[in-house]
């Protein structure tokens, strides 16, 4: 016991490989105590080490079936290693013992999450803190679940308790400016994730975010102006400061930029290219850190046979880019072999057309994976749909994956990246500087350079009868995302 308990200090003074080792020894002299054997479970599983972990607790179990906190470990533990249903069970018998236990709520409710069901989750976490009014990860969960289900507002109050618990926390501070981010407080949440900053400097992603937040909405043309500046001044002192010399730098940096983009910046009626460059050349320098290998252009390939060409997007389902750009993967002639990259989860007939039409189709589940799949595949080019929209695809398209590498304009806005080599455009919408305002080699595409086929969209309203109107009053119509009206309109 003496060990066991040496293990356990050793454990709260973060020495976690002596604190192993304590334990063990307890263990080698009583390998029937149940207790021991799920508390150097929980010290492996912080250690990251989740197959000992996992069989620590089997283990404790096999002595003592009746602890529930070792069962929500268990599923804790299991949800790690991505064993989503045996996690399920394993946390539904800590339920079973203990329905209102804290720890195997927030546990259960986790597993709910990865597994799509928001609902389920938000339930979960809030039986949790209802337990446990001062159950902090319990307040963090409950409000990210919120979060993912859009309901701005309640995730604003959970981490506003959150707050109250721990007014000092670097991380329930950055979730908190996130929340008021969502409900559109500019202002406020970019002081709450400066403040996340001031107590955590290492924490990129909060400067980050607090650099690229910016209205959906501007109240004139001084307000546009004003805001404009700002993001040039933060992201220069960004620029000027990076600092990307250890790993752990590193990492922190590869994490904000795959989880924001600076999509706002788009709608302030600007030509944004010097802005874009600027923004570029810090993503390109955080990408290249992680992959200096990548970093440099390749030579095009001697390739005998069909050229190889890949297609990225998160939004191959129906959406707007599938419309503009599905025809693009469809009519491609098959002088080429074609590589489709989807980042999405939404599967439909959209997704199933281009599935058949591909030689090669590919569900992306993270960016890593796709830099590997291009590395392996050896593509002579590249053409990303929609650069700007989905953070994932931010890193892979600041990397040299091919030598020819294309803006679709699916988001219509020059990249910035020093790794893109072309913009294809319509040639019919350009004006005649239109080349001042790419960083890319600007190809003027035939006609409007989409291939949009208006016959699936005649068959929905074929049968639609417009209701007669006769009260002589005008109606607007806004089909469109509300930010790109600029304040005179």
């Known amino acids: 016991q003496a060990h066991h ?65 070792d069962h929500a470990a268990l599923g804790n533990c299991l949800r790690l290693m991505g064993r989503l249903d045996e996690a399920s069970q394993a946390c539904s018998r800590a339920l079973a013992l203990t329905p209102h236990d804290p720890l195997a709520n927030l546990n259960m409710g986790a597993v709910h999450f990865e597994q799509g069901d928001t609902g389920a989750a938000i339930d979960r ?16 969960n409950l409000g990210s679940a919120l979060l993912a289900d859009s309901r701005h507002e309640d995730a604003l109050a959970a981490f506003r308790r959150a707050q109250e618990l721990a007014p000092t926390d670097a991380k329930v501070t950055f979730k908190l ?48 102006a004003a805001c404009r500046e700002e993001w040039r001044r933060r992201m220069t002192a960004i620029e000027e400061s990076l600092d990307l010399r250890t790993p ?17 910046l788009h709608y302030q009626g600007y030509d944004d ?58 009519g491609l002639p098959d002088a080429f072999e074609k590589y489709v990259y989807y980042f999405g989860t939404v599967q439909d007939s959209s997704v199933e057309t281009l599935r058949r039409e591909a030689d090669f189709f590919f569900d992306i589940d993270t960016p890593e994976d796709f830099i590997a799949a291009a590395r392996e595949h050896k593509l002579d080019a590249l053409i990303y ?30 990249s910035g990246l020093s790794t893109i080599t072309h913009v294809l455009t319509s040639g019919l919408m350009e004006p005649p500087e239109a080349t001042l305002h790419y960083s890319e080699t600007m190809v003027p595409l035939p006609g409007t350079s989409h291939c949009y086929n208006l016959a699936p969209l005649q068959e929905r309203i074929a049968g639609i009868a417009v209701p007669a109107r006769d009260d002589a009053r005008v109606r607007f119509l806004c089909s469109q995302n509300l930010q790109k009206y600029l304040p005179q309109y």
């Not at 599983?45 to 972990?53: F, R, T, V, W």
């Not at 002081?191 to 001031?198: E, I, N």
């Open 248 to 264: 752990e730098k590193i990492d922190a940096a590869i994490d904000a930029i795959k989880t924001i983009t600076n999509f706002n």
């Open 125 to 140: 976490f809030r039986q949790a803190v209802q337990s446990n009014a001062r159950f902090l990860e319990g307040w963090i």
């Open 385 to 414: 749909l929609d650069l700007g929209m989905a953070p994932a695809i931010q890193l892979p398209a600041a990397l040299w994956l091919a030598p020819v590498q294309c803006n679709a304009l699916g988001h219509p806005i020059t």
């Open 5 to 69: 308990i040496k293990g356990l200090i050793l454990h709260r003074l973060g020495r976690l490989p002596e604190a192993v080792r304590s334990i063990e020894r307890a263990l080698s002299m009583m390998p029937e105590n149940a207790s021991a054997h799920a508390n150097l479970g929980r010290i492996q599983a912080e250690s990251g080490n989740l197959a000992e972990a996992e069989a620590c607790f089997r283990a404790a179990l096999e002595r003592d079936a009746t602890v529930a906190a």
């Open 177 to 224: 400016g996130v929340a008021e981010a969502g409900i559109g407080d500019v202002p406020a949440a970019v002081a709450t994730l400066d403040r996340a900053h001031a107590l955590n400097p290492d924490m990129f992603e909060a400067r980050w975010n607090a650099a690229l937040l910016l209205p959906r909405l501007y109240e004139s043309a001084d307000h546009i």
């Open 273 to 330: 290219r010097p802005l874009q460059e600027l923004y570029g050349r810090i993503v390109n320098r955080i990408a290249a850190a992680r992959y200096p290998d990548l970093a440099t252009r390749p030579e095009p390939r001697d390739r005998q046979g069909r050229r190889r060409v890949g297609f990225v997007s998160a939004f191959l389902y129906r959406h707007s880019i599938f419309k503009t750009h599905g025809a693009w993967i469809t």
